[in-house]
């Protein structure tokens, strides 16, 4: 067969041919730019960011307390350091308060004769008149020490001869000294309770004998307040018993010292008044204490104010409750990635809380979207609020969460960069 002869010019034929050939190479070109480029972005574009999942609870609160109250009388608790922990019993009426009576002489003496820290005070030189004092009121059926005509005592101890046995002829001898006479006292008194506005609260004597000498349960809470911020008071009411010249050795009519923590403050017996007590305690609660400033007025018998305060400040003591909202560890969270790595958010460290009662305790997270990391990196934080105050632990990575490599992000390149 004759062969074919291409009749197109040789000039057009290797147009054709290069034509065709730079086609095929610029395709191919193409390609690997288009393949260089998805690898290179794939390499270099941002995983997906992975927000935590949390679980906690927003409020947590304990049982609420049931206090034991005495079945007499009037009563009131509170702790100072607590907002919202303090109640009421009974009448807040004006009544009879025997010699608690002498905190609030005290008070009044320290206010004229103030003592400062460990200080002794001035010298107190006791008299005849001292003596005579101390014959009335064994006459009158009051509480008293011995007095030595001639013995003189400092402030410190006159307060001691006070306030521990209850001694009434030391109260008196103690106006005198520091007013001049008991009329003065009684005047300086009750403009000073007025002043602080206790209001409920009036002297007509410095020792509690007269039944005229009154007060509320609210305003004892306020002058125990005040004892318990002297440092001479505070440190004499905790004493069980101190050695003094002319009186001897003298116990403290309190004998619930030690009890629950219990460190003062004063007793008080007559008929009208029955029997009372304005005490304090540092009651412990965990691994803390809790200072308690309480009063129970009106007992029928001593016993009977002794259980009563027991049962009220072990109800006191129950209704605190150490609260470890959360601990070094503890996991708050759980990240999950698209390319399969997951890892807890825990907490750094641990946090307590003395709580009253049911008091709520609050909790927030605040956590931030994860793409990879390192054990330890911190991703949020844990705010927990009691009674406006704050504590806050930071929340970190319990294991690394790796990049998803080189395969995962060939094989998913929608899931980049979302």
């Not at 147009?15 to 730079?22: A, F, L």
């Not at 320290?110 to 030189?125: R, V, W």
């Not at 000294?177 to 002297?203: D, H, I, P, R, V």
Request: contains cysteine; charged residues 15%; proline residues 6%.
């Amino acid at each position: 067969m004759p062969q074919q002869v291409s009749t197109d010019p040789p000039r057009r034929v290797s147009r054709k041919v290069y034509r065709r050939r730079r086609i095929v190479v610029f395709s191919l070109l193409t390609a690997i730019l288009v393949a260089f480029v998805y690898v290179v972005g794939s390499l270099v574009a941002p995983v997906p960011a992975t927000a935590a999942v949390t679980a906690h609870d927003k409020t947590l609160t304990q049982p609420a307390v049931q206090l034991a109250w005495p079945g007499y009388g009037s009563s009131a608790i509170v702790a100072p350091d607590y907002p919202g922990a303090a109640a009421s019993h009974g009448s807040d009426a004006s009544v009879p308060i025997a010699s608690i009576t002498k905190t609030i002489t005290a008070l009044v003496v320290l206010e004229k004769k103030p003592l400062n820290g460990d200080e002794q005070g001035p010298t107190i030189s006791f008299t005849q008149k001292d003596v005579d004092i101390w014959n009335q009121v064994i006459g009158a059926g009051g509480s008293w020490a011995p007095v030595v005509a001639g013995t003189s005592m400092t402030e410190k101890q006159a307060l001691e001869a006070m306030l521990l046995p209850s001694a009434n002829n030391y109260a008196i001898s103690l106006a005198n000294w520091a007013y001049g006479s008991t009329a003065a006292f009684e005047k300086a008194a009750n403009g000073w309770l007025a002043q602080k506005g206790f209001t409920g609260t009036k002297l007509v004597t410095p020792d509690g004998l007269d039944p005229g000498n009154v007060s509320t349960t609210k305003d004892l809470i306020g002058i125990g307040k005040l004892v318990l911020a002297s440092p001479a008071l505070s440190s004499i009411v905790s004493q069980k018993n101190a050695n003094l010249p002319g009186a001897g050795s003298q116990d403290n009519t309190n004998t619930l010292l030690g009890f629950e923590g219990m460190d003062g403050i004063k007793t008080g017996n007559t008929d009208e008044a029955g029997n009372c007590l304005l005490f304090s305690a540092q009651v412990p609660v965990g691994t803390t204490k809790v200072r308690v400033i309480g009063v129970v007025l009106g007992a029928p018998t001593h016993d009977d104010m002794w259980a009563g305060v027991k049962a009220l400040l072990s109800s006191v003591q129950g209704g605190f409750h150490q609260v470890t909202p959360v601990e070094k560890g503890q996991v708050f969270g759980t990240y999950t990635t698209a390319w399969g790595a997951a890892s807890t958010l825990i907490a750094t460290e641990t946090k307590s809380f003395v709580v009253w009662s049911d008091t709520p305790i609050q909790v927030d997270l605040q956590t931030r979207p994860l793409s990879s990391g390192f054990t330890g990196d911190i991703l949020g934080q844990g705010t927990f609020t009691l009674n406006g105050k704050t504590a806050t632990v930071p929340l970190a990575l319990a294991k690394d969460v790796p990049d998803p490599g080189f395969g995962w992000r060939l094989a998913h390149p929608g899931g980049l960069g979302t």
